[in-house]
Nanobody, 123 residues
Framework: QVQLEESGGGMVQDGDSLSLSCVAS????????MGWFRQAPGEEREFVASITWNGANTYYADSVKGRFTISRDNAKNTVYLEMNKLKPEDTANYYC????????????????WGQGTQVTVSS
């Protein structure tokens, strides 16, 4: 099973930007839809964004639309999440995940998950 590792989290101020990366362990990466999810303390994990295997289609949660951008580089087995205009409510542990279902936002359809990277946005 593909292994995923996120990086790029950190502590930033309200309105700042941050970029997350997720590297996959093997080239099956290019077969999968990739998604980003997040989980805040005491909350359920929620969908953030997803991108189809070839990058042709992207999907976003309403809460991040217009501020976050998901992209991928299949040659590098990497998916990115560019986060702009960050808000304190974006504070969460961010996870990348892989799915065989095209563009899905449902976490039950993701079969591989990273360990997460923490993003903290202070006001």
């Amino acid at each position: 099973q593909v292994q995923l590792e996120e990086s790029g989290g950190g502590m930033v101020q309200d309105g700042d930007s941050l970029s997350l990366s997720c590297v996959a362990s093997d080239r099956t990466f290019s077969d999968f839809t990739m998604g980003w999810f997040r989980q805040a303390p005491g909350e359920e994990r929620e969908f953030v964004a997803s991108i189809t295997w070839n990058g042709a289609n992207t999907y976003y949660a309403d809460s991040v639309k217009g501020r976050f951008t998901i992209s991928r580089d299949n040659a590098k087995n990497t998916v990115y999440l560019e986060m702009n205009k960050l808000k304190p409510e974006d504070t969460a542990n961010y996870y990348c995940a892989a799915s065989r279902r095209s563009g899905t936002a449902w976490e039950g359809e993701y079969h591989a998950w990273g360990q997460g990277t923490q993003v903290t946005v202070s006001s």
